[in-house]
């Protein structure tokens, strides 16, 4: 609606802590008071330390931080359809935020996977969820019989992660194990051993899909996706089809984080 049917009504927006209903507005409006709301943002942590002292990203990413600011600024542009916006924002992102969250490594061994799966060095903000150990255990064990057990069919985790057992998304995220009939199923292992309980809400890595689905040369659109894939170890995509292989990734990149909703 926002992009496509700016004029149409979308939702009232609360610009202040007060106990009135708000109007329904049309959509652009709400875009650009979402936007001003950003830049107000941007412009109070213009001297966040992250930024300035180049530290060590782990330590500000609990709490909405400049490069965060960033993020939010470039996905709500992107979904607002304002993508030379959008561009702006991950070109800085892609500039300076590698620097203070740094890519995972690539030579992780299979023993490091439920610690890795986060990839936590690359996100920019997190969001604490204390029952995340809670929601495995109820819905992705694979000791819960079949009703209650959630889990892909094995051709589609092929088809979404290509059949490459090397892309990182896959060795981290998941492994087979046996269910209580004996059968060997697919396991999402993303939240068994999470500790305390976060779900990432950015990750330096959105920042290479934004600016493929902005950028208006396609070849210079999948290098940022052949960018994103070299820290994956994932399989060299065919420059034909930008938009099918966008969606691929983003669902290599995603699966289980809520992203593609939040």
């Known amino acids: 609606v926002y992009s496509e049917n700016p004029n149409n009504l979308a939702i009232p927006y609360q610009a202040a802590p007060r106990p009135t209903v708000q109007p329904i507005e049309a959509a652009h409006t709400i875009a650009d008071k979402i936007l001003a ?23 500000y990413n609990q709490r909405f931080n400049y490069y965060a600011a960033l993020a939010l600024d470039a996905r709500s542009s992107l979904y607002f359809g304002k993508k030379e916006r959008a561009m702006n924002c991950v070109k800085i992102l892609i500039a300076e935020a590698p620097l203070r969250f740094p890519w995972a490594p690539k030579d992780g061994q299979s023993g490091d996977r439920e610690t890795n799966s986060l990839f936590p060095s690359e996100i920019i903000f997190r969001l604490n969820q204390p029952t995340l150990r809670q929601q495995y255990l109820n819905y992705f064990d694979p000791t819960l019989n079949n009703e209650a057990f959630l889990s ?16 990182l998304r896959y060795t981290w995220n998941w492994q087979f194990e046996l269910n209580p009939l004996g059968i060997s199923v697919p396991v999402f292992i993303r939240y068994r051993l999470n500790g305390p309980g976060y779900i990432p809400l950015f990750r330096i890595s959105e920042s290479f899909l934004i600016a493929a689905e902005c950028e208006p040369g396609s070849e210079r659109a999948f290098g940022y996706l052949d960018s994103l894939g070299m820290q994956r170890n994932a399989i060299p995509i065919k420059h034909v089809q930008l938009k099918n292989e966008l969606i691929q990734s983003y669902q290599k990149e995603f699966w289980g984080e809520g992203q593609m909703f939040f």
């Open 37 to 59: 709301d950003i830049d107000t943002a941007r412009s109070y942590l213009a001297t966040d330390p992250i930024r300035l002292t180049g530290a060590d990203g782990s330590l």
């Open 152 to 167: 892909p069919l094995v051709e589609r985790l092929q088809q979404v992660y290509e059949a490459n057992p090397s892309d």
